[in-house]
């Protein structure tokens, strides 16, 4: 392989990367937990919400689980990182579990989905295409504000 062909490789990898990750960051519960204010916040990034409520009927004793809350995410990896970074009080443990008023964690994932948008709400929010070069742009400036993200969670945590 030719460097030019490696550069221009790595060079159309950066402009993807902001949404290499995309899927959906939710808030999943069931009738016994929510007694307690007890809700498990996750990412996935290819189930679907029956797969989901399936792979989580082991944590709930039987019960049904429910998805109480759910956005789609440019970066699901990161925006989970950073809502549990964000609601850290609550954490039970060292775990995907949390304990208080689910209104807050909405408003915490609300937050962090507009700081991680999806490839197509930027698209939307610009009009642009792929091949405009108003997209080349503002997906060089969002990688570039992802990297300076990554450098800044990886202080925090």
Request: net charge positive.
């Amino acid at each position: 392989m030719t460097q030019k062909t490696n550069r221009t490789k790595q060079y159309i990898k950066q402009l993807y990367e902001p949404f290499h990750n995309q899927g959906e960051i939710y808030c999943i519960s069931s009738l016994t937990y929510k007694e307690t204010n007890r809700y498990k916040i996750g990412m996935t990034t290819t189930s679907t919400d029956n797969c989901l409520l399936h792979r989580y009927k082991t944590y709930f004793a039987g019960e049904t689980p429910e998805i109480e809350y759910k956005k789609t995410v440019g970066d699901t990896k990161n925006a989970e990182k950073l809502i549990h970074f964000l609601l850290k009080d609550y954490r039970l443990g060292n775990t995907e579990w949390f304990q208080g008023d689910p209104k807050h964690f909405f408003s915490v994932m609300d937050v962090v989905s507009n700081y991680y948008p999806t490839k197509e709400r930027v698209f939307n929010h610009f009009q642009i295409q792929n091949s405009d070069t108003k997209y080349i742009e503002i997906v060089k400036n969002i990688a570039k504000a992802h990297y300076e993200n990554e450098k800044y969670l990886g202080k925090m945590m």
